[in-house]
């Protein structure tokens, strides 16, 4: 058990962390301070994230800012309806060894530590689910072996939400296995206008290298040493069950719109991620308000609404609403 002290001291050496690559991220990126910290905490505590928004918003950039921030292995895939499940995991190939053929595998671009899935949702399903099990289990089977991923292996996927045509959703399975779904947003006018400057001058600005993969590692472990109250605890998994049809305490809202509720990995993500969120703030306890700040992006897509609600505009993130709205904060919180 990490003593008071050592958690102190963590939270410090977090928090240092998280400062040095914003400072190297705001030489290009402007602006998005929330989606940056989010893809922090992915990475702090070993998730994965989806990145949704329209194109524009520097998605891509601030992937690639990243890896060129971290001492870490970086590729690319982007995702189309032709792409194939030996595109991304590897292929066999014959090949020529001491006068005889043999069969050798060639690894895909999986085999990165940060890998870019750029528009995930232009690939039918069968080959977005060739991330499925290095995503869970951090190694890819093929050719009859089985290869172990280096890590950290961090995921990033982007995918644009209004061009549905040539598009296929996500199966759950899939969206369960990202910790966050993270929405970007336009910029206020001021950010703007200082990407518009910024971007048409002379000057390219690069960021320098500023952690390693053995400095994540670490972070990553130093996240998991964080005690979580009972009160908090308790809170976040009633948030979450909260979310699920025919469940004892049902809400009226969510039995009327609610196809499907959010599963054991949403409890799992809220008190894993609000203690990469509370270190990176320099604290070393988890609050409600740590809960309730990731609500969203953690259950956006694991939230299923149904015919009703879609045929009342009623989405994901309006049904977060009126979750955090219904579920009570515990008395400690009062």
């Known amino acids: 058990m990490t003593t008071p002290t050592g958690i102190a001291t963590a939270a410090e050496q977090v928090a240092a962390g998280r400062q040095r690559i914003l400072a190297e991220i ?16 992915a990475l702090f505590t070993g998730g994965h994230c989806l990145i ?38 590897g292929t066999e190939i ?17 085999f990165a530590q940060i890998l870019l899935a750029d528009e995930i949702n232009r690939t039918p399903p069968k080959t977005q689910a060739a991330l499925l099990e290095a995503m869970q289990e951090y190694h890819v089977t093929a050719a009859g072996r089985t290869f172990p991923l280096d890590r950290p292996f961090f995921v990033l996927a982007t995918q644009n939400p209004i061009e549905l045509e040539g598009t296929y959703p996500l199966p759950e399975a899939q969206l369960d296995r990202f910790m966050f779904n993270i929405s970007v947003s336009y910029l206020s006018e001021d950010d703007e206008v200082r990407v518009a400057t910024q971007t048409t001058g002379p000057d390219s600005p690069r960021p320098d290298r500023v952690l390693s993969g053995a400095d994540v590692i670490e972070y990553q472990h130093l996240v ?11 809170y976040a998994v009633r948030l979450v069950d909260a979310s699920r049809p025919g469940r004892a305490r049902e809400l009226p809202f969510v039995k009327e719109w609610v196809k499907w509720g959010a599963g054991l990995r949403a409890s799992q993500a809220l008190i894993l991620a609000g203690k990469a969120r509370a270190l990176m703030q320099g604290r070393y306890h988890v609050s409600i308000n740590d809960v309730r700040a990731l609500a969203h992006p953690i259950l956006r897509h694991r939230i299923i609404p149904n015919f009703y609600a879609e045929s009342e505009k009623i989405n994901s993130d309006a049904l977060v609403d009126r979750l955090l709205e219904a579920v009570p904060r515990p008395r400690s919180d009062m």
Not at 70 to 84: A, E, N, V
């Open 26 to 41: 705001r030489k290009v990126i402007v602006g998005q301070d929330e989606v940056i910290d989010q893809v922090l905490m």
């Open 52 to 89: 949704t928004g329209v194109p524009g918003l520097a998605k891509t950039l601030l992937i690639k800012t990243l890896a060129g921030i971290l001492d870490l292995s970086f590729k690319r895939i982007q995702f189309t309806p032709d792409l194939m499940p030996a595109d991304i995991t």
């Open 94 to 110: 014959l090949d020529e060894e001491d006068g005889r053929r043999v069969l050798r595998f060639v690894k895909g671009p999986i």
């Open 224 to 234: 998991r040493q964080v005690v979580v109250a009972e009160d908090v605890a308790r």
